[in-house]
């Protein structure tokens, strides 16, 4: 190779040898489960409706963000065909070989190489390659890690979703409990309320009575004050000497009549009221 082809050659960075080497790649690896760790706390933390959910789910998503961002710098792994040199490793010995041993291009035949050392090469490319295929299998990692993420991130949203309907649900159990208990009230008071009306009902009556009964004395008052009156006047005739008693009589009579008549009247307007109280409860109940 010229001096010319070898300055056009691309020299890998630092950091994508140090991403490529075994170091480089265990601390990826170890970031990714953090990352991945972080999430799913987040996740809980969002489902349990935890303080400093929105941060810490936030912090793991962006952490896995930037992990697969700097997963673009991963040098892809090389698959070298071993069985060409190596017949053993194919199935079964199926077909034929057209490289070249590693033994004839060294020079050395293949009796001189120990059967104990070729096992042991033999295994050393075998953890080798499984080595490779589990390094390989790092960004396939981080994808499903990142899927995970996003179920989980869907599934808090779910949760969430399913919490706010189960609440409001809540809520309209309980406006409808409290419904029913106003109702209930409103019954019970109005059952409470017909109770009162026949008590106040029954009262009237009872005062009506009396009031009857106070009308019959007041008549036969009159009728006996009407009757002395009578008596007085057939005396008068008979007698002069009697007329100032009867003057004085008389007086007594006018007297008692006016105070019979504000009698009436203070009762005709206590009948009144009566009356206006009973109005007053009839149109309460009706309303």
């Not at 295994?123 to 960004?139: D, F, H, M, R, Y």
């Not at 009156?229 to 004085?248: G, P």
Request: aromatic share 8%; proline share 2%; net charge neutral.
């Amino acid at each position: 190779m010229s001096k010319n082809q070898a300055a056009t050659i691309k020299q890998p960075s630092k950091f994508a040898i140090w991403y490529n080497s075994n170091v480089g790649q265990r601390t990826v690896a170890a970031f990714y489960s953090v990352g991945a760790s972080i999430v799913i706390i987040g996740a809980l933390f969002k489902i349990m409706h935890w303080p400093m959910a929105g941060t810490i789910l936030t912090l793991g998503m962006v952490t896995e963000a930037v992990l697969f961002f700097i997963g673009v710098f991963e040098k892809p792994h090389k698959n070298y065909h071993w069985e060409n040199v190596y017949p053993s490793l194919l199935i079964n010995n199926e077909g034929p070989v057209a490289a070249v041993t590693v033994n004839e291009r060294i020079g050395i035949s293949d009796t001189t190489l120990a059967q104990s050392d070729a096992k042991k090469l033999e295994e050393g490319i075998k953890q080798l390659a499984e080595t490779a295929g589990q390094l390989g299998n790092i960004s396939q990692a981080a994808a499903n890690s990142e899927v995970f993420a996003k179920s989980l991130s869907n599934a808090s949203e779910a949760v969430v979703s399913f919490t706010t309907k189960q609440q409001n649900l809540d809520e309209v159990s309980d406006n409808m409990i409290k419904s029913y208990k106003d109702i209930s009230g409103a019954l019970s008071n109005a059952s409470e309320g017909a109770k009162q009306y026949a008590s106040h009902t029954e009262t009237l009556s009872k005062n009506v009575n009396a009031i009857n009964s106070i009308y019959e004395l007041e008549l036969k008052q009159i009728q006996t004050q009407a009757e002395a009156i009578s008596s007085q006047t057939n005396k008068f005739t008979s007698a002069t000497s009697d007329i100032d008693k009867l003057f004085t009589l008389i007086s007594n009579t006018a007297k008692d009549m006016e105070a019979y008549r504000h009698q009436t009247e203070k009762l005709a307007k206590q009948v009144s009221d009566l009356n206006n109280v009973y109005g007053n409860m009839l149109n309460a109940i009706r309303s």
